[in-house]
């Protein structure tokens, strides 16, 4: 007898007949003539039904243990369901198996709604919720729609260091990683000043957690054209906000002779693509979302997928909100860096779409963006949208060697430690631009779920790293 899942199932109308499901048991009714009971096995957002007969065994002493939460193995017949059902077929049990047991009085995932902070302290078990596994699914197809977007574009999947020596944004915002046991204070080795002695560690140097993979892109980009990476990035900042976390996977693609407004075209395209693919791919699992987290979420992800998004520069987004400067908790004044209540003023007040903010002030960007002919700007964008703000940061690099080292010097970082990465300002350097996309605000996008604790499994953020 086939085991099918119940997406299988419930697809292919050819499935009638025996067959064999395993999954877990979310709720049970006992009526006179016949029980039912609903099984889910994650493989979609549906419950199959189960129908219990007499006439099919005898099932009195098992229907009792069959509470929700439990997990079964069940066999029989996928008939056709009676006119009204909510599917097209049910599955009337010949066999039933308990897998694993289920404790209603300490099981922590009721039926009644419970709230995502409570979940969020279960979160090994809140994949069992509906609205957890829509999550989850949701990402899955998701993490699929990036890599088909870039390979039918021809790009390339690439791998950049987790482990590295560098600071890509020089913001100082690095866990370090090291092999030394900084339990044993006293085993540990000392230079002469006293300090830890990392020469003695694993790699010889002080190493880190990446912060993002680009300046390794960038060397891989100018060798194959175009390239992205998808991994997992850290930041040690303590932002306590509803869209930092401690570890985030980020995409990141880099092209070789790319200018920032082919940089700025493609971000655009790329974010409506895979919001097209989501849309096109997981409408039952966004139908969950539509319903029960935010109502406005179909016109919102219309927003994404299909208008022309705006473009701004920075010194004429400083001039709107200047006029709006009563609003904002924050003034804001020409050199001064964004915060999120500017951000979704311009997006949700103002331009009511998603903007591309472009040409920042130097002091407020990376080092590594490109110097306009200005002087004070870089050509530095970020691509912002409604209820999370900045969605993408990206630019076109600084490609001359001596403005870089000027630049780096402005910023007091080590040339020297940086020595492969000016080597590409040597050896056929040539314009180039990329972006970094934060995975889980793209979620919280695509789903309308406001905290970003809530759109991964295992979220790391300050004070919590259970699991
Ligand atoms: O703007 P960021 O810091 O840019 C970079 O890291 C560049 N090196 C990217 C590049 O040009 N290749 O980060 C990029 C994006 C942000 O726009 C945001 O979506 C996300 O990464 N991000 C975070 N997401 C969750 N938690 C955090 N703490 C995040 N910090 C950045
Ligand atoms: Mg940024």
Redesign the pocket.
């Known amino acids: 007898m086939a085991t099918l899942t119940v997406k299988e199932l419930l697809k292919s109308a050819a499935a009638a007949g025996g067959i064999a499901v395993k999954g877990w048991i979310k709720t049970r009714r006992d009526l006179k003539t016949f029980s039912f009971a609903e099984l889910n096995d994650g493989s979609t957002r549906e419950n199959l039904q189960i129908i219990f007969e007499a006439a099919n065994g005898d099932f009195t002493a098992i229907l009792p243990r069959l509470v929700t939460g439990v997990s079964v193995a069940v066999a029989g017949e996928l008939l056709a369901a009676p006119a009204g059902a909510k599917q097209k077929y049910e599955l009337h049990a010949k066999k039933i198996e308990l897998c694993g047991e289920c404790d209603p009085q300490k099981y922590p995932i009721q039926k009644k709604k419970t709230s995502d902070e409570f979940l969020r302290t279960v979160a090994h078990l809140r994949p069992r919720t509906n609205k957890y596994a829509s999550m989850l699914r949701i990402r899955s197809e998701l993490a699929f729609a990036v890599h088909n977007y870039f390979r039918s574009n021809g790009f390339f999947y690439v791998h950049t260091p987790i482990l590295t020596g560098s600071d ?2 020089g ?1 100082g915002q690095m866990f370090s990683a090291t092999s030394l046991d900084l339990g044993k204070l006293a085993a540990l080795p000392k230079t002469e000043n006293g300090e830890i002695d990392f020469s003695k560690d694993l790699f010889g140097k002080k190493t880190y957690l990446t ?5 390794e ?1 960038e060397t891989l980009a100018l060798a194959l054209g175009k390239i992205y990476t998808f991994g997992p ?1 850290f ?1 040690a ?1 303590n ?1 306590n906000t509803y ?4 570890e ?1 996977w ?1 995409i ?3 092209m070789a002779f790319y200018e920032l407004a082919d940089d700025m075209d493609l971000a655009e395209d790329f974010v409506k693509g895979i919001t097209r693919h989501v849309l096109d791919n997981c409408q039952e699992d966004l139908d969950l979302f539509a319903r029960f987290v935010d109502t406005d979420l179909p016109a919102a992800l219309a927003n994404v997928a299909e208008n022309k998004y705006e473009r701004i520069t920075y010194t004429d987004a400083v001039k709107l909100l200047e006029a709006a400067n009563d609003r904002f908790e924050a003034k804001i004044r020409w050199g001064a860096d964004l915060s999120s209540e500017h951000e979704r003023f311009l997006v949700e007040n103002y331009f009511k779409k998603p903007t591309i903010l472009y040409n920042k002030p130097k002091e407020v960007a ?1 080092f ?1 963006m490109k110097l306009n002919d200005d002087g004070k700007t870089v050509k530095g964008m ?2 912002l949208v409604p209820r ?1 703000g ?6 076109e690099r600084e490609n001359r060697l001596d403005v870089l080292e000027k630049k780096m010097a402005d910023f007091k970082i080590d040339p020297a430690a940086y020595w492969w990465y000016l080597d590409l300002r040597r050896y056929g350097s040539a314009p180039h631009a ?9 979620m919280m996008l695509i789903t309308g779920i406001s905290n ?1 604790r809530d759109v991964t499994a295992y979220p790391r953020v300050p004070g919590y790293a259970e699991f």
């Open positions: 890509c944004e913001a912060v993002s993979g680009q300046l892109g990035t930041r900042e932002s869209r930092h976390c401690a985030f980020m990141e693609p880099e990376a590594y970020d691509l999370i900045e969605l993408i940061g990206g630019s990329g972006f970094g996309l934060g995975f889980e605000r793209m970003i």
